[in-house]
């Protein structure tokens, strides 16, 4: 399985943007882990839900719960609903929510990271 990791701030302050590669036609067959910081600081996401977002090369826009352990936030791309089309996207982050019950009481979200969509053959 194609694992890509790349790592994320919350304080979104320029910087050299990580570049996730998904390929139009593959099926759940990247898998993205995503090291979460807090100002240059792993940030400990238990507690936390944690969402993949993006804007869709060609229009629209995907997102995809994950899974989180230590200061990663763990997801698998559907590239089936991702990858409509073959382009790029500089608008793609982590979304990151606390809940107590059903209410929210916290949301955060990292800076961007490019997504590239390779045509299949």
């Known amino acids: 399985m194609n694992t890509q990791t790349i790592r994320l701030d919350l304080n979104k302050r320029p910087a050299v943007q990580p ?15 995503v090291e979460v910081y807090d100002n240059g600081t792993a940030l400990a996401l238990d507690g936390w839900t944690a969402t993949f977002r993006m804007a869709k090369p060609g229009g629209g826009s995907y997102s995809n719960g994950g899974s989180v352990s230590g200061s990663t936030a763990t997801f698998t791309v559907n590239e089936a609903s991702a990858c409509n089309s073959v382009g790029e996207t500089d608008v793609a982050y982590v979304e990151l929510t606390r809940y107590s019950g059903n209410q929210v009481t916290k949301r955060a979200s990292t800076g961007n990271c490019r997504v590239v969509v390779l045509e299949s053959a």
Request: no cysteine.
């Open 19 to 33: 570049v996730v590669y998904l390929r139009k036609g593959d099926k759940d067959g990247t898998t993205l882990a």
